[in-house]
């Protein structure tokens, strides 16, 4: 059913385009986190938090913006999207007005709470918000360019705040650097009231289709059955979990080689951010000169490349190691989503992303007072080498049975002469699906 363009004989298209001018600008001002290269400083030199604490209370973030994804999700279709914004803006600054006059281990807590309310408030409706907006319109199939573009506003946005918010810190310290991203935000907030709620098709409403939780069952079923998307699916998961640690060890590696917060220390962390950026945006082309399958099936070593080189050098030089991190950060998330796009029908393919961010999201519940406990205890180089030691074997076997599944599945699985019969039948045995797939596109 078509979206009349008109109420009472007012043209309502005006109103929709200026959405699409404004989205751009108010995530730029969004995206402004001047705190971001000072945080782990701030939360421990004037918090007072030990990394023990950092680690405790990380899991509530992954827990909120892991499993409330559906319920906002409702809530927006429910009140709208706009609001739904809106009200994700306020608790963010709630969120970084508390965290700046924090100063203890429960308050900290409450703000990491209302941090993971606003990102999962966001997630997700601001790209229905964009979509209802141009299908207003009748331009759907403009989608992927003006998200795109949002991306690269935003990824100006995050630069920037990375450059300046340790110049801001060096100046009126840490919770100025808050309250300046508070400030960065209120004006993403004033955007948004300019935003008008677009119209939705009558269909997509009063269409009841199955449950979150039906999909879900649906896509693990699938997921049990295909080799590929099941393998993939943990192999993603573990391999974002191995490169979380660098977001909270790189500011303590910089203040442990003597940098002190200001310019320097701002600019010595936008290289790392910068080539997440750029590995993004050169994700098609990696996929088409190396293949998604090998590409991908080379992160494990670029991770464990980094964290030893880092752990064995102790020097401010290893910061180019961080880059490298950045680099298949960038990659990664791309390449395994157009891996898994190409296996999933499209009925769950929204679902199978979810459960592609649920699965790190679960590894860290575990992982996290474990990492600050072992942080808090021990010298930054061994830390690197022993999340080198764990991540490894675990990312090494995974992407083994994974690519093996891929191999599989297009009939191209070559077996070493020399693997004994006993081997041969344990190791590489044809893994069976419980229907067949359609061949999918390859890039290798």
């Known amino acids: 059913m078509s979206v009349q363009p008109s109420l009472n004989g007012v043209d309502l298209r005006p109103r929709w385009r200026r959405n699409l001018r404004l989205y751009p600008i108010f995530y730029f001002f969004h995206d402004l986190h001047f705190w971001m290269p000072v945080w782990i400083i701030f939360a421990t030199d004037e918090v007072g938090l030990t990394f023990a604490q950092l680690g405790a209370i990380g899991p509530a973030f992954y827990v909120i913006t892991s499993f409330g994804q ?10 709208g999207r706009v609001r739904t914004i809106r009200a994700s803006l306020v608790i963010f600054m709630a969120f970084t007005i508390w965290f700046a006059f924090s100063d203890s281990f429960w308050m900290a807590g409450v703000a990491w709470a209302l941090w993971g309310l606003a990102m999962v408030a966001i997630t997700g409706t601001d790209s229905a918000f964009l979509h209802d907006t141009l299908q207003a319109l ?8 003006q998200a795109g573009r949002a991306f690269a506003v935003r990824s100006v946005a995050l630069v920037l705040a990375t450059l300046t918010g340790g110049v801001i810190a060096g100046e009126i310290g840490g919770r100025g650097a808050l309250l300046a991203g508070t400030t960065a935000t209120g004006l993403a907030l004033m955007i948004s009231l300019l935003f008008r709620e677009p119209p939705r098709h009558e269909s997509d409403q009063d269409t009841h289709g199955p449950s979150y939780v039906e999909l879900l069952k649906e896509t693990l079923r699938l997921a049990g059955s295909t080799p590929t998307i099941r393998y993939s ?14 977001f909270y060890l790189l500011q303590p590696f910089l203040q442990g080689q003597g940098v002190e917060v200001g310019w320097l220390f701002s600019a010595l962390q936008a290289p790392a951010r910068i080539a997440t950026v750029v590995a993004a945006a050169l994700a098609f082309w990696l996929a088409i000169r190396f293949g998604i399958v090998r590409t991908l099936a080379s992160m494990p070593f ?38 898994l796009n190409r296996r999933v029908p499209s009925r ?23 990492f600050g406990q072992v942080v808090n205890d021990h010298p930054l180089p061994t830390v690197f080498l022993g999340l080198s030691a764990f991540f490894g074997p675990l990312l090494l076997i995974v992407m083994l049975l994974w690519v093996r599944a891929d191999r599989n599945e297009r009939g191209r699985l070559k077996l070493p002469p020399a693997i004994p019969a006993l081997l041969r039948e344990v ?8 229907a067949p797939l359609p061949r999918p596109i390859q890039f290798d």
Do not use: C
């Open 348 to 370: 769950l393919r929204a679902t199978a992303l979810s459960l592609n961010h649920m699965g790190w999201a679960l590894i860290m519940l575990p992982f996290l007072p474990v």
């Open 233 to 246: 699916l943990i192999f993603s998961a573990l391999l974002v979990a191995s490169m979380v640690p660098e």
């Open 302 to 339: 670029w991770v464990v490349l980094v964290y030893v080189g880092i752990g064995l050098l102790d020097h401010l030089g290893a910061i180019a190691l961080f880059v490298i991190l950045g680099l298949a950060r960038g990659a990664q998330l791309p390449l395994m989503e157009g891996y």
């Open 138 to 145: 009748g331009r759907e199939r403009d989608f992927e360019r």
């Open 427 to 434: 190791l590489w045995k044809p893994q069976r699906r419980s």
């Open 70 to 79: 559906p319920l906002a999700g409702a809530l927006a279709d429910r009140f």
